[in-house]
């Protein structure tokens, strides 16, 4: 590793997830920043895929670290055992530098950190509240786009975050050698919102007429089975929603602020944005 004009490590990255949500905006700062991206996936960019351990270790050798977002949610059994695994083979491959994308107040993902904590690696775990992203990337967007968000959320608060602000985050830990080696970092957005809240700001940002529907998280359980999610993962789903949504997770997180030294983006600004770029339009 050199270090490079802009103050930072001139090191090469390997993003997994680099399609999704908050795997291709950490692609995008980290090469911003000046380090060198290895973009995995299964479908494009360097052949990266969580439940085929024959591609990992192509993937890894030779960067100096990795990001690390499970597709499956973080506090998942198959999460906990491929992130512990692939945590050890990239140590023993000498990629030490390890930063693992978990979730803020979500006490069964406190397995999946402690795999990769005992791996050996020189780790960061970066802890994040709701992505304001849900409501623009992945499933949200249909029921949106049709008029209305059936979520079991009742009217729990919370303090979404913009992915881009996580992988800021992110890509600085990588940035700052030794500092953030060894720490967890809660990140939340500026403030609280329900999700009533959120669907509010993107009716106003749309200028069309949205509804909140707050349902249990049991029947909106039966609404992803009929979607065809398979029955484990919707009684993992039903669990997770259960927990996450009781309220633990409505106060805010300094992480961005400590990491970055400026606020988080608001929730407002993100729902302009993708009401612009045309995210809810039929
Ligand atoms: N959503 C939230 O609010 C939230 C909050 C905190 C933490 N999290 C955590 O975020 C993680 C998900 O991150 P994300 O939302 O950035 O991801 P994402 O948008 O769901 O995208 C995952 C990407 O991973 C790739 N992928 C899928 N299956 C794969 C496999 N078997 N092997 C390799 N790559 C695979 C897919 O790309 P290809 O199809 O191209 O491979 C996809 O683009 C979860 O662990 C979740 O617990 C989420």
């Given at each position: 590793?050199?270090?490079?004009?802009?103050?930072?490590?001139?090191?090469?990255?390997?993003?997994?997830?680099?399609?999704?949500?908050?795997?291709?905006?950490?692609?995008?700062?980290?090469?911003?920043?000046?380090?060198?991206?290895?973009?995995?996936?299964?479908?494009?960019?360097?052949?990266?895929?969580?439940?085929?351990?024959?591609?990992?270790?192509?993937?890894?050798?030779?960067?100096?670290?990795?990001?690390?977002?499970?597709?499956?949610?973080?506090?998942?059994?198959?999460?906990?055992?491929?992130?512990?695994?692939?945590?050890?083979?990239?140590?023993?491959?000498?990629?030490?530098?390890?930063?693992?994308?978990?979730?803020?107040?979500?006490?069964?993902?406190?397995?999946?950190?402690?795999?990769?904590?005992?791996?050996?690696?020189?780790?960061?775990?970066?802890?994040?509240?709701?992505?304001?992203?849900?409501?623009?990337?992945?499933?949200?967007?249909?029921?949106?786009?049709?008029?209305?968000?059936?979520?079991?959320?009742?009217?729990?608060?919370?303090?979404?975050?913009?992915?881009?602000?996580?992988?800021?985050?992110?890509?600085?830990?990588?940035?700052?050698?030794?500092?953030?080696?060894?720490?967890?970092?809660?990140?939340?957005?500026?403030?609280?919102?329900?999700?009533?809240?959120?669907?509010?700001?993107?009716?106003?940002?749309?200028?069309?007429?949205?509804?909140?529907?707050?349902?249990?998280?049991?029947?909106?359980?039966?609404?992803?089975?009929?979607?065809?999610?398979?029955?484990?993962?919707?009684?993992?789903?039903?669990?997770?929603?259960?927990?996450?949504?009781?309220?633990?997770?409505?106060?805010?997180?300094?992480?961005?602020?400590?990491?970055?030294g400026h606020e988080p983006r608001d929730f407002t600004d993100f729902a302009r944005e993708a009401a612009a770029a045309g995210t809810w339009k039929a």
């Open positions: 590793m050199t270090q490079n004009t802009a103050g930072t490590k001139d090191m090469t990255v390997l993003v997994t997830g680099a399609t999704g949500r908050t795997g291709s905006r950490v692609a995008e700062a980290a090469r911003a920043a000046g380090l060198t991206v290895r973009a995995g996936s299964r479908s494009q960019g360097t052949r990266f895929d969580w439940a085929d351990r024959s591609t990992w270790a192509d993937a890894l050798r030779g960067a100096d670290a990795a990001y690390l977002a499970h597709p499956t949610d973080v506090g998942s059994p198959d999460a906990t055992e491929a992130v512990g695994a692939l945590a050890r083979e990239a140590v023993g491959l000498g990629v030490r530098r390890l930063v693992l994308l978990s979730s803020r107040g979500e006490e069964r993902a406190h397995a999946t950190e402690e795999a990769l904590r005992t791996s050996g690696a020189d780790w960061t775990v970066v802890r994040a509240a709701w992505f304001a992203q849900n409501f623009s990337e992945g499933p949200l967007v249909e029921g949106l786009v049709h008029g209305e968000l059936v979520f079991p959320a009742g009217e729990v608060q919370e303090p979404f975050i913009d992915v881009r602000d996580i992988a800021d985050v992110v890509v600085a830990a990588l940035a700052s050698g030794d500092r953030y080696i060894g720490q967890e970092l809660a990140l939340s957005g500026p403030r609280l919102l329900t999700f009533r809240d959120a669907v509010a700001e993107i009716s106003k940002a749309t200028g069309s007429e949205l509804r909140y529907v707050p349902v249990t998280a049991r029947q909106y359980g039966d609404i992803l089975a009929g979607f065809g999610v398979p029955p484990q993962e919707v009684e993992l789903l039903v669990e997770i929603f259960e927990g996450l949504l009781d309220g633990r997770n409505a106060h805010l997180s300094d992480g961005v602020q400590r990491v970055l």
